[in-house]
């Protein structure tokens, strides 16, 4: 400060000819100390400090610089705030002094600790630590710049394990309880906002009895002191730090000191006999050799000849500066190649204060200016304890923050760091491990939010990033793979003819039409013997006809449904079973009506002759037309997605359209087919060496044995499966039906022709 103080004394460019005089008191650290001081800067100097008349005789100081701590900062605001008087502190960084209602007149050029806490923030959740320590110092400083640094970490998502103050002044048990909190802790990283007095305290204790490694995180307080970077299990720690500064000429200044000036002084006094264990005053008890003026401080190694990383006291440097320009600017006025400044003139503290708000300017690269808070802009660099060859830890810059640059930006690291036990890889500090991708996140009970279990997702949802705290559905037609991290395309599927029960399937209905088509060529070649003329041959061949076409409509159910597909199968399946029952019903009918013609007075075959039984199929058969058509007309069958039976694959089937036309399709079936079993059941025990009506009476009961079956098996079977139950029962009743009826008499025309007579036929025992 004095330093300053002179220099801006000797210029000519800020407040040329007008001297600046000071004062310095200690403040010891002590709020109540600083009270005492504030009250006599209030109260006014002494007329004999001002000798010059030529200086103006001010009641009380311009403008305060200090002090070094929060809380004698914030005693010393209070009181000389409502008279108006500027302070300006070096190293008092507790956020609450930005409050102007409370502290109107406080400026500082040391950036908050809000700004500050939120660097410490943003660095643990850059470096992925969630599980933390913290202490502070139980005192403005510490606990102001901890609640800020805990809200700004709760709002980065870190949890704090434990958070404990002390203060050097406790008791030896106070500050060994929290060492054991330490040492005790399951938390890697411990935050520690503490001033650097407080700090050595715990670091001393904690040297004792070395606790688990830790990662320490500190604050600009303590990280950049020398003395402290002596405990050499705290190598690795990293912290925030004011810039470093270069003051041109501040050594060779410090550097200037005669004996006689440090005699004149009682600080210098102490300063001197410390730094060269001597001392000025002779006596007996001292063992130390007298100051004898041989003393050259030029070969001293100190803290005070070490000035290539100046921190703090360039904020000092600043806030002189800073004091000098707003006074400056009222008393100066700016010509064109000069400064003209009144130096007879009266100026009150309130006017430097207002002087002091808009004052922006720049000494030695390093610019100042205020925000509305008294606050600088914030720029801090990031600083490393790392060990260096010779074993001793030494401080390196390893990136900065810097909080005028865009959100998202202000934090850069452009160098390796050191680690806790000179690691080189990021340490690991979490409650919980990160769930990977197909879990989530459930907290445990009664713990911080970074303390949770993972669980694997349900079967149907995926999350697809670290830490989910839930997971989410797929789209209707994805389906989750086996880690639950990503959807893929759900499989499609239908009977396809690649599939074994497709093949087979489809075999049998080749086999049926074949089969079809050979009894139709056996009937034809022998359509003049008595086997086949005997019950209306040219049913007989309509219903092979009818048969053939059964066995093939079954082969539209299989393949992928398309909308001409989907209407055919359930169409032609109905039309051909109608056609097929028609004949089969007109068969049964010829047996009745020719054994009613054998009674003695009976005409009943004029009734129904062949024309009749041709009229017959007809309508039966067009009346399932007329269902059909109006079926496809109103509301036709049409391929269709099914996402509801399986969850995890897609069905392709036909929906049915309207189900009421598809039930009226098969109840006419049904319905059909019930007749012609009466029919057929009553004309059973006709005599008839063919046995027509037992087999039709056979027939009819497979077809309906296996159409009875068949609804409750298709409205139960998934899927493809669905399919395949109805080609079996269009299979089944058809072979049913060509077995019954046309394999016996087969058999008497290919083994049997003896059999294949008139005379057989017209013999009725």
């Known amino acids: 400060m004095i330093f300053a103080i002179e220099e801006i004394n000797n210029s000519t460019e800020l407040l040329p000819g007008i001297k600046l005089g000071y004062q310095i008191y200690d403040t010891c650290a002590s709020g109540l100390v600083a009270a005492h001081v504030a009250f006599q800067l209030t109260n006014g100097q002494e007329s004999v400090f001002l000798k010059d008349s030529n200086c103006s005789r001010a009641g009380t100081v311009m403008a305060v610089v200090g002090d070094s701590g929060s809380t004698p900062s914030i005693s010393m605001a209070r009181i000389i705030g409502p008279f108006n008087i500027p302070q300006v502190s070096h190293f008092a960084t507790c956020a609450c002094l930005s409050d102007k209602q409370q502290y109107p007149t406080f400026f500082r050029t040391i950036p908050s600790d809000q700004f500050q806490a939120d660097a410490l923030a943003k660095m643990v959740k850059h470096f992925g630590w969630t599980w933390i320590g913290a202490v502070r110092s139980d005192s403005d400083y510490g606990n102001y710049g901890m609640a800020s640094f805990l809200d700004a970490a709760q709002k980065e998502g870190i949890c704090v394990e434990y958070s404990e103050s002390f203060y050097r002044t406790d008791s030896q048990s106070k500050i060994q309880k929290v060492a054991d909190v330490i040492r005790r802790s399951t938390a890697l990283v411990v935050v520690a906002f503490t001033a650097f007095g407080d700090m050595r305290f715990l670091l001393e204790e904690l040297a004792q009895e070395p606790s688990p490694p830790r990662q320490w995180i500190g604050s600009e307080s303590w990280i950049t002191d020398p003395l402290l970077m002596s405990f050499s299990f705290c190598a690795g720690a990293i912290g925030v730090a004011i810039q470093q500064s270069v003051i041109p000429g501040l050594r060779d200044f410090l550097l200037d000191l005669s004996p006689t000036e440090v005699a004149a002084s009682s600080v210098l006094t102490e300063f001197w006999e410390d730094a060269f264990n001597c001392t000025f005053t002779e006596n007996a008890e001292s063992n130390k050799r007298l100051c004898d003026g041989t003393q050259n401080i030029k070969t001293l190694k100190s803290p005070y000849t070490e000035t290539s990383q100046l921190r703090i006291t360039n904020m000092v440097y600043k806030a002189v500066y800073a004091i000098a320009h707003a006074i400056h600017n009222t008393v100066c006025q700016e010509t064109t190649f000069t400064s003209q400044c009144d130096k007879h003139i009266r100026r009150e503290p309130k006017q430097v204060f207002t002087a002091l708000k808009n004052t922006k300017f720049s000494r030695n690269g390093y610019p100042l200016s205020f925000d509305d808070n008294g606050d600088p802009v914030a720029f801090y660099e990031l600083v490393n304890w790392q060990k260096s060859e010779s074993g001793l830890i030494e401080l390196v810059t390893v990136g900065y923050y810097d909080a005028s640059l865009p959100k998202g930006q202000e934090f850069y690291i452009n160098r390796n760091i050191s680690w806790v036990e000179g690691g080189t890889q990021v340490p690991v500090s979490v409650c919980s491990e990160s769930c990977p991708p197909g879990t989530r996140k459930v907290l445990q009970k009664g713990k911080p939010i970074c303390c949770y279990d993972c669980i694997p997702c349900p079967k149907a949802e995926i999350s697809n990033e670290t830490d989910s705290p839930d997971c989410f559905p797929c789209p209707s037609e994805f389906w989750p793979n086996a880690e639950r991290n990503d959807c893929f395309p759900k499989p499609v599927e239908f009977l396809s003819f690649n599939e074994i029960l497709a093949i087979i399937l489809a075999t049998f209905s080749v086999i049926g039409t074949c089969l079809a088509i050979i009894t139709a060529l056996i009937f034809f070649y022998h359509r003049t013997t008595p086997i086949v003329r005997a019950n209306n041959s040219e049913l007989s061949f309509l219903l092979l006809f009818s048969l053939t076409l059964c066995f093939l409509c079954s082969l539209t159910f299989i393949g992928a449904p398309s909308e001409w597909s ?191 007579t008139k005379k057989y036929l017209m013999n009725k025992n």
């Open 566 to 756: 989907c209407m055919l199968r359930h169409t032609a399946f109905g039309i051909t079973f109608v056609l097929c029952i028609s004949c089969v019903l007109g068969k049964t009918v010829v047996v009745l009506m020719a054994f009613k013609a054998t009674l003695p007075g009976s005409n009943a075959m004029k009734w129904f002759g062949p024309s009749q039984q041709r009229m017959t199929v007809v309508s039966f058969t067009f009346i399932q037309v007329l269902i059909c058509t109006v079926w496809l007309v109103l509301s036709p069958p049409f391929p269709m997605k099914n996402l509801t039976t399986y969850k995890e694959k897609i069905i392709l089937e036909c929906a049915l359209g309207s189900a009421v036309w598809f039930w009226a399709v098969l109840g006419y079936i049904g319905l059909l087919a019930v007749f012609c079993f009466v029919l057929a059941v009553l004309a059973r025990k006709l005599p008839d060496n063919f046995n027509e009506a037992k087999l039709i009476t056979f027939s009819m009961l497979i077809f309906c044995a296996v159409w009875l079956t068949f609804i409750p098996a298709y409205v139960s079977s998934p899927g493809k499966f669905t399919v395949a139950v109805e080609i079996f029962a269009i299979l089944a009743s058809s072979f049913g039906l060509i077995l019954c009826i046309f394999a016996p008499k087969c058999f008497i025309i290919l083994f049997q022709p003896e059999k294949n």
